[in-house]
């Protein structure tokens, strides 16, 4: 089953804009992590923002994690069309080990308008 | 260094037929976890596996296992095919323990006809 939902389902926005996902989360957790996914192939980790964290920056990226609301957002800065893909967000439960896996969402489908 | 390696790339199989997927790990990673991206869907874990023993299992029937040689590579193995293991089936390679993000493999397309 699903652990959680980005929001929204599909975003269109225009080269140069910032673009800013969202995803929810049910259960307790060690860290949750952003993917990017192009056309339907193998995904790439983006950024890990622990529990204990608030906000992470990794170039044009800024993520933030509200764990009272098991929530965290995904921000994407001067978007470029090769930012075009599908963006998942992943939680790493607190068994420890990763030993139940990641949790993906459904993933938010990106398109940037040149 | 290369990365997650995984074969075949697409496959088509029969219903009832069995089918086994390899993974590589990249070089001094001894974790390999196994997804299973439905359409329109994220990836459901699999299984995961550190130090050849299986440490984790998703919600998926014993028609799937998966075991991880010496050399920290792995196969997954389906039996009995149904039409609903249509999919993309990803390997991630990771160090243990929390706090490391995953990298996967391009995975391999199971189609069931």
């Known amino acids: 089953s699903q652990q959680g939902e980005e929001d929204p389902q599909a975003l269109s926005i225009q080269e140069g804009e910032n673009a800013t996902m969202n995803c929810s989360y049910k259960t307790s957790i060690n860290n949750l992590q952003w993917y990017r996914q192009n056309s339907g192939r193998g995904l790439v980790h983006l950024i890990l923002?622990?529990?204990?964290?608030r906000e992470k920056h990794s170039g044009r990226l800024r993520v933030t994690l509200d764990t009272s609301k098991k929530s965290s957002s995904l921000l994407i800065t001067a978007s470029r069309a090769a930012d075009t893909a599908s963006y998942f967000c992943?939680?790493?439960?607190?068994?420890?080990?990763?030993?139940?896996?990641?949790?993906f969402g459904k993933g938010t489908h990106l398109i940037i308008q040149p | 260094d290369a990365g997650v390696t995984q074969s075949p790339t697409h496959l088509i199989k029969t219903r009832g037929q069995h089918v086994t997927l390899r993974c590589s790990p990249i070089?001094?990673?001894?974790?390999v976890s196994w997804y299973q991206q439905v359409l329109g869907q994220g990836p459901q874990f699999i299984f995961q596996?550190?130090?050849?023993?299986?440490?984790g299992r998703g919600n998926f029937p014993d028609r799937f296992s998966a075991r991880q040689f010496p050399n920290y590579s792995s196969e997954l193995n389906v039996n009995a095919l149904l039409l609903g293991d249509s999919a993309l089936y990803l390997c991630?390679?990771?160090?243990?323990?929390?706090?490391?993000?995953?990298?996967f493999g391009s995975g391999t397309r199971l189609t069931v006809v």
């Open positions: 991630a390679s990771g160090r243990r323990g929390p706090n490391y993000g995953y990298t």
């Open positions: 923002i622990r529990s204990n964290e």
């Open positions: 070089s001094g990673h001894k974790s």
């Open positions: 992943a939680t790493d439960g607190d068994s420890g080990g990763g030993a139940d896996g990641l949790t």
């Open positions: 596996y550190y130090e050849k023993e299986e440490r």
